[in-house]
Each structure stands twice: as C-alpha cells, then as structure tokens.
C-alpha cells in the first residue's frame, strides 16, 4: 500500500488525501531543504490542487525516518 499524505486545504480548509509516490513522480521539482540548521533535511514542498474547491496550495511533507531517531 503507497504512503498517503493527508492534509487541510489553505483556501477551503477541507481535508484532502494524497498518493506520496503519485506526487513524487508528476512533481520534477521537489524542494530539499538543505540549507536549514534543523536535523530533519529531508523536507520536499508539492504544489497540489484540492479535491473540494479545486484551489491550488503548497504541501510540505517532512520525516522520512518514520519518526525514530537513529
């Protein structure tokens, strides 16, 4: 089963469910913040339209380390 990313829309504040790897293939430019001092450099920043109101909205998806520290 892919991961999903579940989320509230900016604009209509309706949730909203997306296919994490459906993302990752159509969006060619994802973001890596590198230059930050956090310890999490793995965040990628989507451009994605909501079901509901058909609004387009920023979507950061932050981790990649299930949320353990090693």
Do not use: W, Y
Request: aromatic residues 8%; proline residues 4%.
């Amino acid at each position: 089963m892919p991961p999903f990313v579940n989320t509230h829309c900016t604009n209509c504040a309706k949730p909203n469910r997306f296919d994490l790897a459906e993302l990752r293939k159509e969006d060619g430019s994802v973001f890596k913040d590198a230059l930050s001092n956090r310890e999490d450099k793995s965040a990628e920043e989507f451009t994605v339209t909501c079901q509901h109101c058909g609004r387009k909205f920023k979507l950061t998806v932050k981790g990649g380390d299930d949320g353990k520290k090693k």
